[in-house]
């Protein structure tokens, strides 16, 4: 049986002084108590810089000179507030302090969207090399936007592109709009409301990249409890997860310019992926700072997808 879950409030808080003590105590609880770590930080002890952080108003990195420095009455409260809401709710940290990081730029995200953290912002520091020429890259669409954080990290690092972001979610588009307007990119960037391709005009572009609802309703049941708190509509599938993913590849051929390419997230779908349409060239793209399941089609190829989706149905 695991221990009780103490909280640092009256005498035990008055123990823990400086910044590294609050950093390693909350460590410590996260790990004694099974936090599921898959929303920005991947350990306890990240997880709990990050909090400590924000609580006190730091930027991260903290300067190592800070980690010694002690902690007033009330900045210890407002810790131990965090780290209280962290154990007892299982709340993702980005829910907490409403701030998610993503191909370096920082975004507001809320229960209404998805805490970013696809390994496509790795793709987008790049400029999407070696798979497209950066300098031909002018219209961007990202589709099931979310927080909008794929598409306007697109514009930050090709700011030759314009970029259309699309969700089915007003919520979702709400978000997305702040976090367009935070990062001066209303010029550029435009959130619409979209159903995949449906609502949106008969333009192309030169890349298309999604990270779509791909979960399965038997992976879903078995998520940590941490993701109870995201919006089941940006995680749910159907058709073994890959219900939405078969929309995007049956007009993409018609929607990118020749010579574009579709990135596409389907996480632990992308066995029923190779599965389902094996006769396609699917490039499985690999990733320095980890994450896999995300595949690369160039607009060529995707006249068998287009054909393969009719098959079965979708159109």
Same mark, same amino acid.
């Given at each position: ?201 008969? &333009?192309?572009?030169?890349?298309? $990249?999604? %990270? ?6 038997? #992976? =879903?049941?078995? @998520? +940590? ?34 010579? &574009?390419?579709?990135?596409?997230? $389907?996480? %632990? ?6 599965? #389902? =349409?094996?006769? @396609? +060239? ?34």
């Amino acid at each position: 049986m695991r221990e009780a879950l103490e909280t640092p409030t009256g005498p035990d808080c008055e123990s823990l002084r400086s910044v590294v003590d609050f950093v390693r105590w909350g460590a410590s609880r996260f790990s004694a108590a099974g936090l599921h770590f898959g929303h920005g930080a991947d350990n306890a002890v990240d997880e709990s810089l990050h909090l400590v952080a924000h609580a006190l108003h730091l930027d991260l990195p903290i300067p190592p000179e800070f980690f010694s420095a002690r902690l007033t009455a009330g900045e210890r409260q407002d810790v131990s507030a965090l780290f209280t809401r962290r154990l007892t709710e299982r709340r993702p940290a980005a829910y907490l302090t409403g701030e998610a990081w993503f191909a370096g730029l920082s975004f507001s995200v809320d229960e209404r969207v998805l805490v970013p953290r696809s390994p496509i912002a790795e793709l987008i520091e790049t400029g999407f090399a070696p798979w497209i020429e950066t300098s031909r890259i002018h219209r961007v669409l990202d589709l099931c936007t979310g927080s909008g954080c794929i598409g306007i990290a697109c514009a930050h690092y090709l700011p030759q592109a314009s970029v259309d972001m699309t969700d089915i979610s007003e919520a979702a588009l709400d978000v997305a709009r702040k976090n367009i307007a935070d990062h001066g990119l209303d010029e550029r960037v435009h959130a619409l409301r979209a159903d995949v391709y449906d609502g949106l005009d008969e &333009g192309r572009y030169d890349i298309i $990249v999604s %990270n779509p609802p791909y979960v399965n309703d038997s #992976e =879903f049941a078995m @998520l +940590p409890q941490e993701y109870g708190h995201e919006p089941a509509i940006g995680l749910l599938a159907d058709d073994n997860g890959l219900a939405i993913v078969r929309r995007i590849l049956a007009d993409a051929s018609n929607r990118l310019q020749p010579g &574009g390419i579709l990135v596409v997230e $389907v996480g %632990n779908s992308n066995q029923q992926m190779s599965e #389902e =349409f094996p006769d @396609l +060239p699917l490039t499985w793209l690999e990733f320095a700072r980890g994450g896999s399941g995300v595949f690369l089609l160039r607009q060529e190829d995707l006249g068998d997808a287009q054909g393969s989706v009719e098959y079965q149905g979708v159109r």
